[in-house]
Each structure stands twice: as structure tokens, then as C-alpha cells.
Nanobody, 114 residues
Framework: QVQFVESGGGLVQPGGSLRLSCVASTSISSIYRMGWYRQAPGKQRELVASLTDYNSTTYADSVNGRFTISRDNAKNTAYLEMNSLKPEDTAVYYC????????WGQGTQVTVSS
């Protein structure tokens, strides 16, 4: 059973940037579509970005143009580059397979505040 470990979160001012990493315990080359999700306090978890192994991407409207998802199958790692961060981006961020989700990791906290 693959396990995901997310990292790279932190406290950042509005307009700032962060790069999140998601390391899998096994190969992610067989995972067709990797996704980054987030869950803000009191809200449901939502998919913010996804990427297939053919480099086809999807983004939530709220992050389109500001976030970039990528993956490195050789390193069993997915990334989320976040720019122009806004207070409403504050959430715990998770990665997982989109089509066949595995167990959720602990996530990484992103807080955007001045």
C-alpha cells in the first residue's frame, strides 16, 4: 500500500510563494492521475490540481494561473508550485491518486497571512 508524505508548507505573506512536495513510498509511475487536494477549516477536501503521466493537467478555477503541478516518477515525487498566494489558499494540502485514492497522508499546512 503506497503511502504519501507531504512537505513544504508554512506561513507565507499574501503574494508569496511555496513549493510543496509529495513523496510516495513506492513507485508512482503506475498512478495515472496524481492530484493535490486541500482542506480548509470547516470545509470539505477539494481537488486543486491534477496531472496525468501524459502531462495533461487540470486546475480548480480558484488556483488556475497561480499553481503548477508536476511529477517526477523517477523520484516517486509530485510537486505543487504555488505563486501569488492568497489568504483563501490557507488549508492543509494533501496528495493522492485521483482515480483510485490510497490512504491519506498527514498533509502539510499552508497559512497565508500578513
Amino acid at each position: 500500500q503506497v503511502q504519501f508524505v507531504e512537505s513544504g508548507g508554512g506561513l507565507v505573506q499574501p503574494g508569496g510563494s511555496l513549493r510543496l512536495s509529495c513523496v510516495a513510498s513506492t513507485s508512482i509511475s503506475s498512478i495515472y492521475r496524481m492530484g493535490w487536494y486541500r482542506q480548509a477549516p470547516g470545509k470539505q477536501r477539494e481537488l486543486v490540481a491534477s496531472l496525468t503521466d501524459y502531462n495533461s493537467t487540470t486546475y480548480a478555477d480558484s488556483v488556475n494561473g497561480r499553481f503548477t503541478i508536476s511529477r517526477d516518477n523517477a523520484k516517486n515525487t509530485a510537486y505543487l508550485e504555488m505563486n501569488s498566494l492568497k489568504p483563501e489558499d490557507t488549508a492543509v494540502y494533501y496528495c493522492n491518486s485521483v482515480l483510485f485514492p490510497r490512504a491519506w497522508g498527514q498533509g502539510t499546512q499552508v497559512t497565508v497571512s500578513s
